[in-house]
């Protein structure tokens, strides 16, 4: 697999001047024209981007599935994801990428933080689309990185990552509002999860396929681990992990509670490999063993 290495060698794929500090740039899509080469049909980035596309077209393509990246307006990308672009598909329009490189975090907070902005795990077709007031917002927090990027001294690090933790704060909250504001398609998902859930448990699915995780059901809703659970956790107050938690031990308490079967059998059925595992989530979650909820009926 290709892979890009630094931000230098991004510009030069793009056509444009040297970046003016070597591990962060603000590039502006108007003056970009990407080169062509076979890179892009299978490449990582060894850096961190947020693209903000304004009237951009064409396609990407992460894993096996493509999407037309017009219909998004901010996405984000984590180093190492593997992507493909179709240059014969493609317009830049306007619009602005910020990118910068792991190493520019370095003893900064930033570098154990960055991990909980799950948006950087999103899929493309899951990106944010912005008002006009929350587009200018971001725009002005780039114009500053981008000025500060002439400015390298003691202080540049500090104040380009102060601005880029209050970009990404500000994508939280324009997230939340995303999945509160779409609320007839968000309801639609959250169906769809609940019957996905309930079909699972209520099938002989977890004896063929083990424990239902969060890769399993959020690959059946085609989104992406992150963006189901932090859609999830807006509208119910709990992630993914915790919906399947709830609904293993709802089914566990009717089996204790209405059948002769043993606690490893009643384990067996639910998907897990131990019974001892079995008994330690329940224990966990209802401050009962599986054998002491039983006995309480009787």
Known sequence: MNAINSVSEFHRLLSLPEPRHPLVSVIDLADSIFLEDDIWKGFVNRFYCVALKREAKGKIRYGQQHYDYDKGVLSFTAPNQVQYLDLQQMECGSGYLLIFHPDFLLAHSLASTINSYGFFSYAVNEALHLSAEEEADLITILSKIDKECQ?????????????IKLLLDYSNRFYERQFITRKNHNHQLLARFEHLVDEYFDTDATTQEGLLTVQR???RMNLSPNYLSDLLRVHTGQNTQQHIHEKLIEKAKEKLSTTDLSVSEIAYQLGFEYAQSFSTLFKKKTEMSPLEFRQSFN
């Open 151 to 163: 400015h390298i001294d003691k202080h540049t690090q500090e104040i380009i990552l102060s601005q």
């Open 217 to 219: 059901i959020a690959e």
